[in-house]
C-alpha cells in the first residue's frame, strides 16, 4: 500500500514542496498534487508511491517475450505492472494502465509476489508493461526478497531514469530490456512519447552496463515517424561503440494503437534493411520482433554463421549450444548469460486467479490523499 517514496528530496519544507528523483523530469510537486507519472504523490510535504502494493496486471510468461533472448533462456517470469508512466507514447500498446490516472490494482504486497511467483514455478520476476522507474520502489522491495528466495529480477525500461535511479537499479536488477522508439531519436520522442530529451536515456544504457546489468535493446520500428534507415545505422554504431558488439538488438514491428491509429504496420522488409545496416555497423546479433516465423527470430553463430537457437514466437524449438553456450559447429562462444531453463519445452503462459485470494482497489484522483492518509495510520 502507499509506501513513502526512496527517490524524492525536500525543495521547500514550509511551503511542502518535494523534486521527485525517480526521473529525468525531476517533477516539483506541490502538495496535494502527483507528478507526471501520476503515481508519486506528495501528502503532507512527503512524496509517496501510491501504487506501491498495487499491481494493475500480473502474468507469468516466457523470458523471450520481454524480449530477453540472451538472458536465462527458456525460463519463466512473473510480469508485474502499475498504473502510471513517466512517458506518454500516442502509440502505447498499454495505454490504458500506462496512461491510466486512476489509482488501481491488486492488493499484492512484495512477499506475496515472490510467493506467487514461487508458486506458479517462475524463475525471476519481470517489471514491465507500463515503466518500472515510476514504481521503482515497489518493484525494489520484491526484487530484494525474490534475490534471497533465488529468483532473479529484470525489467523493460524506457530508460529514462536518474543517476539515483540507476543506482537503486543497480542493487537488485540482473537484465534489462531498454525499449526505445524510432531510432531513440530525440525529435520522435518529443513528438510522440512527450519527452524533452533522449540523451538520458543513452546515459543510462551505459552506466547500467557498468554496473553489471545485463542489456538487450529493442527499437520500434514506426513508418513515416521513426523508420529512418540512416537513424538506424547511427544507432547501431552507437550500441557497438557504448555498448559492445555482442548486445543483442531488436527491431520491433509496429501495430496501429491508441492514438496512432492512422499509421500501418510497419512493412517487414523494412525491418530487414533495418537488420542489415545493424550488421554492417558490427552487431553480432540482430532480431526482429512481432513478426512470428521470421528467421531473425533465430540466434545465428557470429563466427560460422549456422542457427544456434531457433525460436518461433517465444518458443525455442531448437539449441545448439553446450553448457558454456558455445556453438557446437564451431566452439565460438556465444554471448548468452545464465542458463537453458528445460521449461522451455513447456507452454510457459500461466493465467493467476488474483481474484481468489487478494481484492481489487480502486481509489479515484480525489480520494487519493483520504486513501494514503488511511494507510498510513492502519500501517
Not at 170 to 176: H, L, R
Not at 187 to 215: C, N, Y
Request: with cysteine.
Amino acid at each position: 500500500m502507499p509506501k513513502e517514496a526512496l527517490l524524492y528530496r525536500v525543495v521547500d519544507a514550509e511551503k511542502k514542496l518535494v523534486e521527485c528523483l525517480a526521473c529525468p523530469r525531476r517533477c516539483n510537486v506541490v502538495e496535494g498534487k502527483c507528478g507526471f507519472c501520476g503515481i508519486r504523490w506528495n501528502i503532507d510535504g512527503k512524496l509517496y508511491l501510491v501504487s506501491h502494493g498495487l499491481a494493475i496486471a500480473v502474468a507469468i510468461d516466457p523470458i523471450e517475450k520481454k524480449p530477453l533472448y540472451h538472458f536465462n533462456p527458456g525460463s519463466m517470469v512473473l510480469s508485474i505492472a502499475t498504473t502510471g508512466c513517466n512517458w506518454a507514447c500516442t502509440f502505447c500498446q498499454n495505454w490504458d494502465i500506462s496512461q491510466r490516472r486512476v489509482i488501481a490494482g491488486w492488493k499484492l504486497d512484495p512477499e506475496v509476489v515472490v510467493k506467487l511467483a514461487e508458486a506458479y514455478g517462475a524463475h525471476g520476476i519481470t517489471y514491465t508493461y507500463n515503466e518500472p522507474i515510476v514504481f521503482i520502489e515497489y518493484a525494489y522491495d520484491i526484487g530484494v526478497i525474490a534475490k534471497k528466495h533465488g529468483l532473479f529480477n529484470t525489467m523493460v525500461t524506457n530508460g529514462y531514469m536518474s543517476d539515483e535511479a540507476i543506482d537503486l537499479v543497480a542493487k537488485f536488477m540482473d537484465a534489462a530490456t531498454v525499449d526505445l522508439k524510432g531510432h531513440g531519436d530525440p525529435e520522435f520522442a518529443r513528438k510522440l512519447s512527450s519527452v524533452p530529451d533522449t540523451e538520458p536515456v543513452f546515459q543510462a544504457m551505459v552506466e547500467l552496463k557498468r554496473k553489471g546489468v545485463f542489456i538487450e535493446v529493442t527499437d520500434l520500428v514506426v513508418p513515416k515517424y521513426g523508420d529512418s534507415i540512416e537513424k538506424a545505422r547511427k544507432l547501431a554504431r552507437w550500441i557497438v561503440e557504448n555498448l559492445g558488439p555482442e548486445t543483442p538488438l531488436h527491431f520491433l514491428r509496429f501495430h496501429p494503437d491508441y492514438k496512432l491509429l492512422n499509421v500501418p504496420p510497419t512493412p517487414v522488409e523494412v525491418l530487414e534493411r533495418h537488420a542489415e545496416v545493424a550488421k554492417e555497423e558490427g552487431l553480432h546479433y540482430v532480431y526482429i520482433g512481432n513478426v512470428p516465423g521470421h528467421k531473425l527470430e533465430n540466434t545465428y553463430c557470429p563466427n560460422c554463421g549456422k542457427v544456434v537457437v531457433g525460436r518461433i514466437g517465444f518458443d525455442i524449438v531448437e539449441w545448439k549450444l553446450d553448457n558454456e553456450m558455445r556453438c557446437q559447429y564451431c566452439g565460438y562462444r556465444v554471448n548468452i548469460v545464465g542458463k537453458l531453463y528445460p521449461t522451455y519445452k513447456l507452454s510457459r503462459f500461466v493465467y493467476l486467479p488474483l481474484d481468489a485470494f487478494t481484492e481489487f482497489v480502486h481509489v479515484p484522483e480525489h480520494k487519493v490523499r483520504e486513501f494514503v492518509v488511511k494507510s498510513i495510520r492502519s500501517s
